[in-house]
């Protein structure tokens, strides 16, 4: 198994932040009290999250990460489930963020702690109207909800070191097995161009007839997923995915299927921690097509974010985790200006 403890780093995850293009001209809000149904708040999810990595006024977390844009191709049965503009007949330019995970801007790419990876995407229609989509390498999330994310973040930052066994981490996972499954069962990518890429939360599209479906987004390579071996992932060196991406593009495009993976009546669509069943109904909503890379300028990086709940009529959150993480985003994003 590749290295699990990295001190002080460890092989989890959460969903990827990231952005659009747009400069902020004004300040973004900023909401710090509890959502409900949760016992703490967006700001002291994003504060456990430095206390795990250190604060370096960057991402709070998925820090490292590459630009570059294209173009998505909307699939013609992608209408007949939701009226959601950007997956009607017109393609639409996106701008498209890779990453490595953890808040730190210069992890290298090879150790455990930098799984799963981010797919973040921006929607860009020809009128300027946008709608975000946020994905990571790994189907499904540590935890059931965000108080239990923090507590897991905080379960780490008492765990490096030098800690007592059982440490902090022991306990915590071994009253949750799915974390556990998490952290100890990610892949190790080629390229991030060759491995697959899951939506973490469920979306309600509704189609003209008002009928309505609970999905999760599934980002499969079009020419199917290629991995590294535990030997080869240690000798592939800390920009390797960088580099590599670089390089790909460079030569032809990048490009993804853009799946809806339909949730059953039994399925647990408010507990992202449970991936639904394989087997499940899955509709092509078109493709991804990556061409070339950004500026990748310090400043446009800083400039550019993500809201997960920045969806367009025709989708709706169906996880209220979703909500949760739209206002821990703006936090982060004020913190790197």
Excluded: C, W
Excluded at 63 to 73: P, R, S
């Amino acid at each position: 198994m590749q290295n699990f403890f990295h001190p002080p780093l460890l092989f989890i995850s959460i969903v990827p932040e990231a952005g659009s293009l747009d400069t902020l001209e004004a300040p973004i809000p900023i909401l710090e009290s509890p959502v409900p149904g949760e016992n703490s708040s967006p700001a002291q999810l994003v504060e456990a999250l430095h206390t795990t990595f250190g604060n370096h006024h960057a991402r709070a977390v998925h820090a490292k990460g590459i630009v570059l844009e294209g173009n998505f191709y909307p699939d013609p049965g992608a209408s007949s489930i939701t009226t959601a503009f950007h997956l009607q007949n017109e393609k639409s330019r996106v701008t498209v963020r890779f990453s490595d995970f953890t808040g730190i801007p210069d992890i290298p790419d090879n150790i455990g702690a930098a799984n799963p990876r981010g797919l973040s995407i921006k929607f860009i229609m020809p009128d300027g109207e946008t709608t975000d989509i946020v994905g990571h390498s790994f189907n499904g999330f540590p935890t059931s909800d965000s108080d239990r994310f923090r507590e897991l973040l905080l379960a780490i930052a008492a765990s490096g070191p030098g800690a007592t066994a059982p440490t902090a981490l022991d306990s915590f996972l071994g009253e949750h097995p799915v974390a556990k499954t998490f952290l100890t069962t990610q892949k190790l990518p080629a390229s991030y161009a060759t491995i697959s890429y899951f939506g973490v939360n469920s979306f309600r599209f509704t189609n003209k007839a008002g009928i309505s479906h609970i999905i999760r987004y599934q980002f499969i390579p079009e020419g199917g997923e290629m991995l590294l071996t535990p030997d080869q992932y240690d000798k592939a060196g800390p920009q390797y995915l960088m580099n590599e991406i670089r390089e790909r593009v460079s030569v032809q495009p990048v490009r993804f299927k853009m799946l809806a993976e339909i949730a059953e009546a039994t399925d647990l669509i408010e507990d992202p921690s449970i991936a639904f069943p394989e087997g499940r109904e899955k509709i092509l909503l078109g493709y991804l097509e990556i061409k070339s890379l950004t500026a990748n300028t310090p400043e446009e990086d800083k400039a550019l974010y993500f809201t997960p709940n920045n969806i367009p009529i025709g989708i709706e959150p169906a996880d209220p985790m979703i909500n949760f993480r739209s206002r821990a985003y703006p936090i982060s994003v004020q913190e790197r200006q």
